[in-house]
């Protein structure tokens, strides 16, 4: 089946810093793919979606210029988190879109700890 | 507008025994609704999907879900349940009207098995 890989998987950055996470998907063409982030016990929370060749679409509160996403290619995304501080420490992960059957197909997601 | 709620954020059940994870959900038009899973440290997994035909729809390990449309549900059901079956369980919804193919998760349903 489709498989969506992430890295890293697990980070930890001093404040400040800027953290590059990537998203590929390895056997399929990834028009869409999507960034979410997850807090403790708590639900998918949808950031962005990026779509090859054009400009990411932020939802409501998620600062673009702070979470910064590429997708140059149909299968890879990136998110980096410019300037992180400990309250962007959180669980991220990415989603890639199989067009034909629109099944969402996760990465394995990203811990983020920022000191 | 599209909208899903899972009413429990805990579920017990002991192994053997039978097991249900409710969902609901609000949509304009017709559903196309999801299940994932998420174990402990990693991404999502799909479990199974409905969009038209019969209303009972079987997946991944032994899970499947009934569509309800007059009740507007789309509960999870396992006949016998695993310890391996612990995990973090998202129900998911996109309107098939509305012009967005992004589905809205609900806020996940937390399912133990005690041996």
């Known amino acids: 089946g489709a498989v969506v890989s992430q890295h890293p998987s697990w980070v930890i950055c001093k404040s400040g810093t800027s953290v590059k996470i990537e998203c590929r998907s390895l056997?399929?063409?990834?028009?869409?793919m999507f960034w979410y982030r997850q807090f403790p016990k708590q639900s998918l929370m949808l950031m962005a979606t990026?779509?090859?060749?054009?400009?990411?679409?932020?939802e409501q509160g998620v600062e673009k210029d702070k979470f910064l996403i590429n997708h140059a290619s149909l299968t890879l995304s990136t998110l980096t988190v410019t300037s992180a501080h400990p309250e962007d420490s959180s669980f991220y992960i990415c989603?890639?879109?199989?067009?034909?059957?629109?099944?969402?197909?996760f990465g394995s997601g990203t811990q983020l700890s920022v000191l | 507008a599209q909208s899903v709620a899972q009413p429990e954020d805990q579920v017990n059940v002991a192994e053997g025994n039978p097991l249900t994870v409710k969902c609901t959900y609000s949509?304009?038009?017709?559903?196309?609704l999801f299940w994932y899973v998420q174990y402990p440290n990693r991404g999502l997994q799909f479990l199974l999907k409905y969009i038209t035909g019969d209303n009972l729809v079987k997946g991944s390990y032994g899970f499947e879900a009934e569509f309800n449309k007059s009740q507007t549900s789309f509960h999870l059901k396992k006949p016998s349940a695993l310890v391996s079956d612990s995990a973090l369980y998202f129900c998911?919804?996109?309107?098939?009207?509305?012009?967005?193919?992004?589905?809205?998760f609900g806020r996940g349903t937390s399912l133990i098995v005690h041996p």
């Open positions: 056997d399929f063409q990834a028009t869409t």
């Open positions: 998911a919804v996109r309107d098939l009207s509305g012009g967005s193919y992004i589905p809205t």
């Open positions: 989603s890639a879109r199989e067009v034909i059957n629109e099944k969402l197909f």
């Open positions: 949509v304009s038009g017709n559903p196309y």
């Open positions: 990026s779509n090859e060749g054009s400009k990411a679409t932020y």
